[in-house]
């Protein structure tokens, strides 16, 4: 469990108050603020001083001297060198506490607004949730980055991943150490819907052989060569390789019931739509959609399964910021689901443009959130209710949906 750290770095035995945004504990030591990894609140513990900047100094845990009640033994065996996880010491309630505390604190510290006093938590199954898992590779191994380094920790198994990706797993850890494994493919992505694996080639430096994916269809069971048809609820969605989709297999249904709680009124319109996860239940509720998404695979995705639910979308291949600025009828209702850097000031000094009625809002990252609700608020709108959904149980990351009305 203890850290290396350089040799010769300070110690030094700090209490830890809380959990911060990126997985670290924060503790304070003659007014510097300290923060580690493998640590939570209440617990001290002996830490190596590694670095320091502008009175922030970074620690490497050395030992624990007094446990938290709620530590537990990890259930994975390479979590404290992997970089994947976060969070397997910490008992699978207090995970949730905290991600809700920090939610809350980074609205209030970011957003400079008093968050929601309460703030409801939707958790499922912490283990074997994920259905998209991204590999890295390196002289014959397999595995993930270890933590904070780009130097590989090979794995033969993941716990957080769902017992299809373990399968094919254990299929590549075989692959990799064959001859005909193209060595100079450095990271690949698996997505799978239990019964059907894809196997996206991320980083490579040349182009892959198509004997690669045929040997592949050879060596891993119920490998898809294409799409795959993915099932949420009575709606079918086809993803073809690389295009996004939500990674928790256990909470996709009740992410979209979340999401599209309350909407109402006859035009929709639901940006960042990826392959139309929200779409296709939003085209059943409303008269008028229309989607907005800029990747081409998504757009052929999100057009395939439109027409094949018989559903009526207007689909538009473009950047939400683009479509916005030249958007000029509000509609009653706005879904958005953005990447990791929210919606940014364009596309919210256009939305307050155009005054939409209601505006929901999948966020991936709180401080983006924040920033991005602070803007609205500030321009008339009123934040209604904040749900975090534990899309990533082990991890620091936090899922949550907001929602706004004018």
């Not at 490497?60 to 010491?89: E, L, N, S, W």
């Not at 934040?383 to 949550?400: G, M, N, R, V």
């Amino acid at each position: 469990m203890p850290q290396q750290a350089a040799e010769g770095a300070p110690e030094a035995e700090v209490t830890f108050e809380k959990l911060v945004y990126g997985g670290s504990g924060l503790a304070r030591l003659d007014r510097r603020v300290i923060l580690a990894p493998f640590v939570l609140p209440g617990e001290t513990a002996r830490i190596a001083i590694a670095g320091e900047r502008s009175g922030l100094a970074e620690g490497t845990m050395k030992a624990i001297v007094t446990p938290a009640a709620q530590r537990v033994d990890p259930a994975c065996p390479f979590f404290y060198r992997c970089g994947g996880c976060h969070y397997q010491h910490a008992a699978y309630q207090l995970q949730l506490e905290q991600k809700r505390a920090i939610l809350a604190e980074t609205l209030q510290r970011i957003g400079k607004f008093a968050p929601p006093a309460d703030i409801p938590v939707v958790s499922g199954e912490p283990w074997g949730y994920r259905n998209r898992t991204q590999f890295h590779l390196d002289d014959g191994r397999i595995g993930y980055f270890g933590l904070g380094t780009h130097a590989l920790v090979s794995v033969d198994r993941c716990p957080i991943s769902s017992k299809k990706i373990n399968q094919t797993l254990a299929a590549l850890r075989e692959m990799v150490r064959d001859r005909r494994w193209p060595r100079f493919v450095r990271s690949v992505e698996l997505f799978t819907d239990e019964s059907a694996v894809q196997l996206f080639v991320r980083e490579t430096e040349q182009p892959v052989a198509r004997r690669f994916f045929e040997w592949c269809a050879e060596q891993m069971p119920g490998y898809a060569p294409g799409a795959i048809d993915y099932a949420v609820g009575t709606e079918r969605y086809r993803v073809s390789r690389g295009s996004f989709f939500q990674v928790n297999r256990y909470l996709v249904g009740p992410l979209v019931d979340l999401a599209l709680d309350g909407s109402e009124g006859e035009t929709a319109l639901d940006l960042y739509s990826g392959a139309g996860l929200f779409t296709l239940p939003l085209a059943r509720r409303f008269k008028h959609v229309a989607a907005v998404e800029s990747g081409s695979g998504a757009v052929r995705d999100l057009e395939h399964n439109v027409r094949e639910a018989g559903l009526k979308v207007r689909v538009h291949r473009a950047a939400t910021e683009a479509y916005l600025e030249a958007l000029d009828t509000p509609p009653d209702f706005v879904l958005a689901d953005p990447p990791r850097a929210g919606l940014g000031k364009s596309a919210v000094r256009s939305l307050l443009r155009v005054k939409p009625r209601r505006i929901h809002i999948v966020s991936c990252d709180p401080a983006t959130l924040a920033r991005d609700l602070a803007a609205l608020i500030g321009g008339g709108y009123r934040l209604d209710k904040l749900t975090l959904i534990d899309l990533f149980p082990q991890t620091f990351h936090i899922e949550s949906v907001a929602v706004l009305t004018l």
